[in-house]
């Protein structure tokens, strides 16, 4: 994990900042941490495994939900980013874990599911990352049905050719 630049005081240090009052210190830890998870992707498992559980057990699921709901772009853009990349199967095989800790954070999956009406591409591009990373959670499903517009967006977003809008449509869940 050392070679992830992974340590325990490491990580513990950037989940502290990103809970910090000062958005500077926000920001510089949200992009250090982005830098690691990105070096996470192309490690083998056992690594990509052990830093992704030292970074759900010092608490970042919880902190990047608070700046997935930060006004700032750049903010709420990587948080959905890295929030995204922890919930994805291929970068941490323990990934339900991290879904697990999004679900039992009040309002978590509901942050994502509001930028899907972001005109900026990129939040979007993002946004739908992390939500078809979660949503195959039954009270997920569920809470798209209920918000007819997610359903009509995501469809509207497969329509012009978006392959994961398609992906995260309630039906594609169902059936499974």
Not at 40 to 50: E, N, P, S
Not at 127 to 156: N, S
Request: contains cysteine; negative net charge.
């Amino acid at each position: 994990m050392d070679g992830l630049g992974a340590s325990a005081s490491k990580v513990s240090a950037l989940v502290g900042g990103l809970a910090a009052g000062a958005d500077t210190t926000k920001a510089e830890s949200l992009y250090e941490l982005a830098q690691l998870v990105d070096s996470i992707r192309v490690a083998g498992d056992d690594d990509a495994a052990a830093a992704c559980s030292l970074l759900r057990d010092c608490g970042v699921v919880e902190c990047l939900v608070q700046l997935v709901r930060h006004p700032m772009e750049w903010m709420h853009q990587t948080a959905l980013h890295v929030l995204g990349s922890l919930a994805s199967d291929t970068i941490d095989p323990l990934a339900n874990d991290t879904r697990a800790q999004l679900k039992a954070t009040a309002g978590g999956f509901e942050s994502l599911l509001d930028h899907l009406w972001t005109s900026n591409t990129v939040t979007l591009a993002y946004a739908l990352t992390a939500v078809c990373h979660t949503c195959a959670e039954p009270e997920y499903v569920l809470l798209m049905q209920q918000r007819g517009a997610v359903v009509q967006r995501l469809q509207l977003l497969a329509a012009e050719g978006d392959s994961r809008a398609a992906g995260c449509a309630p039906s594609a869940h169902l059936a499974q």
